[in-house]
């Protein structure tokens, strides 16, 4: 089993910034990605950004420009800098992490984007 646990959510003003982290631990093995996904109330969990082991990145449409996604492969970290936050990204954020066994998933972390 791999545990994740996430860090750093809150609550920010349109136009700022978070930093979110997600720390592995447990049966890691190798995490072949990890990343992050959103859920907002009444809809479905979707893709933020994910990278490989190996540094491929994949962003959603809708954070390209603005989210930057990091992971430590030693560390087993993955982090999410957000950045010109808005409204539309209140949302809880998820950590997910996938390697040869299993997908795993954070318990989540609530952002909230005042206008």
């Known amino acids: 089993q791999v545990q994740l646990v996430e860090s750093g959510g809150g609550l920010v003003q349109a136009g700022g910034s978070l930093r979110l982290s997600c720390a592995a631990s447990?049966?890691?093995?190798?995490?072949?990605?990890m990343g992050w996904y959103l859920q907002a109330p009444g809809k479905q969990r979707d893709m933020v950004a994910t990278?490989?082991?190996?540094?491929?990145?994949k962003y959603a449409d809708s954070v390209k420009g603005r989210f930057t996604i990091s992971r430590d492969n030693v560390k087993n970290t993955v982090s999410l800098q957000m950045n010109s936050l808005k409204p539309e990204d209140t949302a809880v954020y998820y950590c997910?992490?996938?390697?040869?066994?299993?997908?795993?998933w954070g318990q989540g972390t609530q952002v909230t984007v005042s206008s």
């Open positions: 997910y992490a996938r390697n040869l066994a299993s997908d795993y």
């Open positions: 447990g049966s890691i093995f190798r995490l072949n990605a």
């Open positions: 990278m490989s082991y190996s540094g491929s990145t």
